[in-house]
């Protein structure tokens, strides 16, 4: 089944540091992607999204991801983490959103 | 602004007592969707509608049904809540402009509605 997995359950980072978020995905042609991001008890937030052209896609809060079909990725970076991107954040593929089980981010003082 | 709204934030009911959990836009998008998502997990696709056309994914259980009686709005019902199906139910909406299923925009997701069964 085409899908999108995210190998990482949890991650701590501390402030100020930078932040990675690993998605791969499994799809045949180029999928859509999409990182979103949960606060507790809260919707999903789009953070950012690749269809097509430019592999480098920016996003909001500082978000950026690159999309590498050789490696079937779609990670999620950011340069500085402040205290408040403590959250659950979710890798999704394809137009019916197929979500990768999430990468809760703990942000250290 | 443009939105999706859900109500209500938090819905407590009693086993086996039906439940209804709305959903409103005013992004005018013709596609919506019902995602249930259970703690620390990802949200799960339960079904959606393209305008009035209902499409029920395969492992979603007859127990939960839903109407959309016009573009803006659309309702979960669960006709027998079990304990198993307290969660939280999250609507999206998005525009899809192509034919080919493909030409999806974005999702856009409502805050959710926590339901709780006792």
């Known amino acids: 089944a085409q899908s999108v997995t995210q190998p990482d359950i949890h991650i701590t980072v501390s402030e100020g540091a930078s932040l990675e978020l690993r998605c791969n995905y499994s799809?045949?042609?180029?999928?859509?992607l999409f990182w979103y991001v949960q606060s507790p008890g809260q919707g999903l937030q789009l953070l950012l999204k690749?269809?097509?052209?430019?592999?480098l896609v920016q996003g909001i809060k500082g978000f950026e991801a690159e999309f590498k079909r050789s490696q079937s990725s779609f990670n999620l970076r950011k340069p500085s983490v402040h205290w408040s991107d403590a959250a659950e954040y979710f890798c999704?593929?394809?137009?019916?959103?197929?979500f990768g089980a999430g990468t809760t981010v703990t942000v250290r003082a | 602004d443009a939105m999706v709204i859900q109500n209500p934030r938090y819905q407590v009911t009693q086993f086996g007592k039906p439940v209804t959990l709305s959903c409103s836009q005013t992004?005018?998008?013709?596609?919506m969707y019902w995602y249930q998502q259970k703690s620390s997990q990802a949200p799960k696709l339960l079904f959606h509608?393209?305008?009035?056309?209902?499409?029920n994914e395969a492992d979603t259980p007859d127990n939960f049904q839903s109407r959309r009686p016009n573009t803006s709005f659309c309702f979960l019902d669960i006709r027998s809540p079990g304990l198993g199906d307290a969660a939280m139910y999250l609507c999206?909406?998005?525009?899809?402009?192509?034919?080919?299923?493909?030409?999806?925009?974005?999702?856009?997701f409502g805050p959710g509605t926590r339901l709780l069964v006792l």
């Open positions: 799809y045949g042609a180029t999928p859509y």
């Open positions: 690749y269809f097509s052209g430019d592999t």
């Open positions: 509608y393209y305008d009035k056309d209902f499409n």
């Open positions: 992004l005018n998008h013709n596609v």
């Open positions: 999704a593929g394809d137009y019916k959103l197929s």
């Open positions: 999206a909406t998005s525009r899809e402009v192509g034919t080919s299923g493909r030409d999806q925009e974005t999702q856009y």
